[in-house]
């Protein structure tokens, strides 16, 4: 067996118990419905459809009661001292996270051998997300300043238009939530509901399937989105940086206006064994900004997705509304950071790994750009990009990078670059990590959502598309923490 780490902490909680223990089902047989995630089950009884997609385990210990008497409107509390959480919470709950000083971890009930919550689990999970809590008049300050930065950005020199980013995000790292450089909260609510549930039914051990194939701890992405002709002009030279180290990534290309993206550069890069994805339109800065537009927008972004052959998105400036996500033609998406500090847009997703957005996978991105790293926080070594990728193993989850063709052209900036890709590929030697391309990574996950988890006397076996990559591992209470284990 191979220990993979330390994952949950949570509070030591009293579960008293209530009644006679009710027979569970067969604890090693999982149905899956991936529509159940676009939905927010009813209050009373509820089977979490994210702790079912974080897992892909028995439904048994996915089921909680949730108390009826919740409030119209969401607010912030806690889910032990360190997690902040957004929903309607039938404890004491605030409107600003300031205030946040409730835990519901605290009022935790147990009814037979099914925890009692204060508040429905996916209801919070889909909040953080979808960045629900968000404050609407943050954004739309933002919107406005938005709209009023790209009217002039054409007129302004590129040294200035820095010094206004680095003016607009000074404060940016000191906000509480999401926590920079990487938020794992989504990460923490779902097992420390494990660990309540292993308890409440007397349980040491959940076995389920393994984030990732074979018995990788953690799994890297590089992306290169081209913003203009010079970045385009110098794919080819970062390809062949990329495979000295056996590493394959993706390019993102803007479809119109940038630069003109021909026939000939598509087949360079995908002949070449790497990824080709849509990035925006045209990226003026104005995807989301009107309904009808968007549409209209869409559509020519699908036309673009089928000449490419491309299977995954990437907006401008990470610019994101999930709610409008029904209208792509894409497989996944990777517009959403983990901690959006340092983005146009505010918010993130509070979590390090895949995750569903209807039938679309967003691979989020939980590492800092170049951009930011170089031309906003002044940094030119790899030090922040190995500390999230260490927080991030510490959750096995998605290391994700974005590095621009057009900003790792000079010479400093590129043997930063080098030094990351030599730390990556250290990395891989070393058994730490899967280095895929995005949509290796993206089948995988659908392909991980739809597999089935059986007993056969003493052999746990996984059933469903990809089982030869799949590895049955378990989480197990360690005191107050639980342990993951995968078998080699």
């Avoid at 809590?133 to 054409?154: D, G, M, N, Q």
């Avoid at 630069?259 to 990226?283: C, K, P, T």
Wanted: one cysteine or more.
């Amino acid at each position: 067996m191979l220990e993979v780490g330390i994952i949950c902490r949570h509070m030591q909680v009293p579960l008293g118990r209530k009644g006679e223990r009710i027979a569970s089902p067969n604890p090693l047989r999982m149905s899956f419905d991936r529509s159940a995630m676009s939905t927010i089950p009813q209050l009373g009884n509820v089977t979490s459809s994210a702790l079912l997609e974080a897992y892909c385990c028995s439904e048994d210990l996915c089921q909680f009661g949730v108390t009826p008497d919740q409030p119209k409107q969401a607010g912030f509390f806690r889910f032990g001292t360190d997690t902040i959480c957004y929903g309607q919470c039938s404890g004491e709950q605030a409107d600003s996270l300031e205030e946040a000083q409730y835990d519901a971890m605290e009022d935790v009930q147990v009814d037979g051998d099914v925890p009692v919550l204060l508040f429905n689990p996916d209801e919070v999970i889909h909040n953080l997300r979808g960045e629900r809590y968000v404050a609407e008049s943050l954004e739309a300050e933002k919107r406005l300043l938005h709209h009023a930065y790209y009217f002039v950005r054409p007129l302004l020199p590129v040294s200035f238009r820095r010094h206004l980013q680095r003016f607009r995000f000074r404060s940016s790292r000191d906000r509480s939530f999401p926590q920079w450089p990487v938020d794992c909260t989504v990460e923490r609510i779902q097992e420390s509901l494990l660990a309540l549930s292993l308890k409440a039914k007397k349980r040491q051990c959940l076995p389920f399937v393994w984030f990732w194939p074979e018995n990788y701890p953690a799994c890297a992405i590089v992306t290169h989105d081209v913003e203009t002709k010079a970045g385009l002009d110098a794919c080819s030279s970062l390809m062949d940086l990329d495979d000295s180290f056996g590493i394959k990534s993706s390019f993102q290309l803007v479809p119109e206006k940038r630069y003109r993206v021909s026939d000939a550069i598509l087949s360079m890069i995908q002949e070449r064994g790497f990824e080709v994805n849509v990035h925006d339109l045209n990226h003026d800065g104005h995807l989301y900004s009107d309904r009808a537009e968007f549409m209209r927008r869409a559509r020519e972004i699908n036309r673009y997705a089928r000449g490419f052959k491309a299977e995954g998105f990437r907006a401008g400036a990470m610019y994101r509304n999930p709610e409008w996500y029904g209208a792509f033609e894409f497989s996944y998406d990777m517009s959403v950071p983990n901690a959006g500090h340092f983005e146009a847009q505010a918010g993130g997703c509070c979590t390090v790994r895949p995750y569903f957005i209807g039938p679309l996978v967003e691979l989020p991105l939980t590492t800092t750009q170049d951009y930011t790293l170089f031309h906003i926080l002044g940094e030119y070594s790899i030090e922040r990009w190995k500390q999230q990728i260490d927080l991030i193993l510490r959750r096995n989850g998605l290391i994700s990078f974005i590095v621009h063709p057009d900003y790792v052209i000079e010479k400093k900036a590129r043997e930063v670059y080098v030094s990351l890709l030599r730390y990556l590929a250290q990395l891989r030697e070393d058994g730490k990590l899967w280095l895929a391309k995005p949509g290796q990574v993206a089948r995988w996950w659908r392909q991980r959502q739809e597999t089935t988890l059986t007993q056969d006397g003493q052999i746990l076996k996984i059933h469903g598309s990809g089982t030869e990559r799949a590895r049955v591992a378990s989480a197990c209470l360690d005191g107050n923490s639980v342990k993951y284990r995968v078998e080699n």
